[in-house]
């Protein structure tokens, strides 16, 4: 096998592993396929793939891979990364630098995470308001991550109207979601259904746009279903339940270990391969509405 297939961030474990051990074809394609993802290529265009795996699986940190990545090949790429409120924030994984901000209508207050004692208020860096998609895409800067807030009742309203700027750009791009079924998630009501299907009506066209686009999600079963058919990468970590009509089967995937993930193109060609840890870096932050906590 070569050595300029295997990436940096996967030859790491390989390495660790002994590298004169000899590969398996299906490891083999698994990086085939992990360098592909940052190929720029105007015939293929972009990807929309899905990570899914059961909690702590590593969805987060693959994710933070990914971008970490395109920071080192592409610096003047932008790069956009959406995440809950509420929860310890995820975008500090990445090894790079970011800046975070939120919509006017969701004014949110920084706290550290520290064991044992109640949150503390931190101005470590400061949330930046801007009043619409369009003007957050303006405050958006390529080579370092830009992190966007909105409403949790707006987020596919707002993310769709982030994409749909961001596909008249022309130049390539890559957007993470974690958490994605707070955006789109199955069974949507009211005005959430038509906001998921126009979600959706945008994601198809991403792929021509030279948009790259993650989202992540434990179970497929999360996130509205026709986002499933449109994804042309599925990555499986740890604990995900495959569809029935996935090429590797469900043995293989239970098998998997912390840190592997088969990766599957167009529901055909397919490989597994090895990602490096992300672990939680200190202090740990969580961004809250501001004026009550936990509150929207
Ligand atoms: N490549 C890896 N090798 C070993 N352990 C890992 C690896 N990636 C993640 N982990 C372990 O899993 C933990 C959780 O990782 P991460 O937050 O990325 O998972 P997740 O799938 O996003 O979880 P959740 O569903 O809760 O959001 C890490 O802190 C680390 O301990
Ligand atoms: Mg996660």
New binding site residues.
């Given amino acids: 096998m070569s050595k300029d297939l295997i990436d940096s961030d996967i030859s790491f474990s390989l390495i660790q592993e002994g590298k004169e051990k000899k590969l398996h074809i299906v490891e083999v394609k698994g990086v085939e396929l992990w360098n592909k993802i940052f190929e720029r290529n105007r015939n293929y265009g972009g990807y929309l793939g899905f990570l899914c ?1 059961s ?7 693959l994710s933070a891979t990914i971008v970490d990545r395109v920071f080192r090949e592409y610096p003047d790429e932008m790069v956009l990364w959406g995440e809950p409120t509420g929860i310890p924030a995820q975008f500090n994984k990445i090894h790079g630098d970011f800046q975070v901000m939120t919509h006017k209508d969701f004014p949110l207050e920084l706290y550290t995470i520290k064991d044992g004692s109640p949150l503390i208020k931190s101005d470590d860096f400061p949330i930046r308001t801007f009043r619409s998609p369009k003007e957050a895409i303006t405050f958006c800067k390529s080579g370092i991550l830009n992190v966007l807030f909105f409403h949790p009742e707006k987020l596919g309203k707002h993310w769709m109207r982030v994409l749909r700027y961001f596909k008249m750009d022309g130049s390539w791009q890559t957007v993470i979601l974690d ?1 994605s079924e707070e955006i789109f998630p199955l069974n949507p009501k009211g005005q959430q259904w038509h906001d998921n299907v126009n979600f959706v009506n945008v994601c198809k066209e991403l792929r021509k746009c030279r948009i790259n686009m993650f989202f992540n999600s ?1 179970q497929q079963w999360d996130i509205d279903f026709r986002m499933l058919g449109k994804i042309n990468l599925m990555f499986y ?1 740890r604990g995900a339940r495959v569809s029935k009509v996935s090429p590797v089967w469900q043995g293989a995937v239970s098998q998997l270990k ?2 592997q993930c088969y990766v599957i193109l167009d529901n055909s060609d397919y490989g597994i391969f090895r ?6 870096k200190s202090p740990e932050y969580i961004l809250l509405p501001t004026g009550g906590r936990g509150t929207k």
Avoid: D, H, V
């Fill in positions: 795996g909690q702590g699986s590593g969805k987060t940190g958490e434990q970590l912390p840190g990602f490096p840890e992300y672990k939680p």
